[in-house]
T-cell receptor, first 114, second 113 residues
Framework: DGGITQSPKYLFRKEGQNVTLSCEQN?????MYWYRQDPGQGLRLIYY???????QKGDIAEGYSVSREKKESFPLTVTSAQKNPTAFYLC?????????????FGPGTRLTVL | DAKTTQPPSMDCAEGRAANLPCNHS???????VYWYRQIHSQGPQYIIH???NNETNEMASLIITEDRKSSTLILPHATLRDTAVYYC??????????????FGKGTKLSVKP
């Protein structure tokens, strides 16, 4: 089945540790995105990538890093510099942006920093 | 910031039509109206989008006013599984940051038996 996967679904880390969230898609999409969602809030864009080996900061990139070495994969690292890392993290992908830029979302990873 | 305004919550009886309003009074001529929904603790799901004309697909209908300053998403026969947060988003059909989706807080639709 084609789709976008994120793992793990739940992740616990101690404060001060870096953690990497996985995002994989087999939809042959060029563009990929990372969002963060806090309780009762909408989604906020962290980073996005329109093509392999290229990515751009979103609205809240501080304390996060990404890489896009392969078309299918867009891992997100939450570094110790991120002051409030506990949140629900969502990855999405889409074809090259145009009118029909429907974004497909993964199931999300809920990160809790203790 | 989101360029849309939606009511924070709405209720709908099961089997009835759910009409979700959205104001986007500052929409530009080249911006589309998109609707997504998010069921609790899942990723958002695309529903429908439109520019000027009304649109319909297997999930919903989208009615856009003639001045394009507001729109309504219609779920013709709401079921309990339609309980979710519904996001109305305007975006240009361009690559780059201008074309990114900006999610507001949406409308929490509760479908009741």
């Amino acid at each position: 089945d084609g789709g976008i996967t994120q793992s793990p679904k739940y992740l616990f880390r101690k404060e001060g540790q870096n953690v990497t969230l996985s995002c994989e898609q087999n939809l042959n999409h060029d563009a990929m995105y990372w969002y963060r969602q806090d309780p009762g809030q909408g989604l906020r864009l962290i980073y996005y990538s329109q093509i392999v080996n290229d990515f751009q900061k979103g609205d809240i990139a501080e304390g996060y890093s990404v890489s896009r070495e392969k078309k299918e994969s867009f891992p997100l690292t939450v570094t110790s510099a991120q002051k409030n890392p506990t949140a629900f993290y969502l990855c999405a992908s889409s074809t090259q942006q145009g009118e029909n830029n429907e974004q497909f979302f993964g199931p999300g990873t809920r990160l809790t920093v203790l | 910031d989101a360029k849309t305004t939606q009511p924070p919550s709405m209720d709908c009886a099961e089997g009835r039509a759910a009409n979700l309003p959205c104001n986007h009074s500052t929409i530009s001529g080249n911006e589309y109206v998109y609707w997504y929904r998010q069921i609790h603790s899942q990723g958002p799901q695309y529903i429908i989008h439109g520019l000027k004309n009304n649109e319909t697909n297997e999930m919903a209908s989208l009615i856009i006013t003639e001045d394009r300053k507001s729109s309504t998403l219609i779920l013709p026969h709401a079921t309990l599984r339609d309980t979710a947060v519904y996001y109305c988003i305007v975006r240009v059909a361009l690559a780059g940051s201008q074309g990114n989706l900006i999610f507001g807080k949406g409308t929490k639709l509760s479908v009741k038996p």
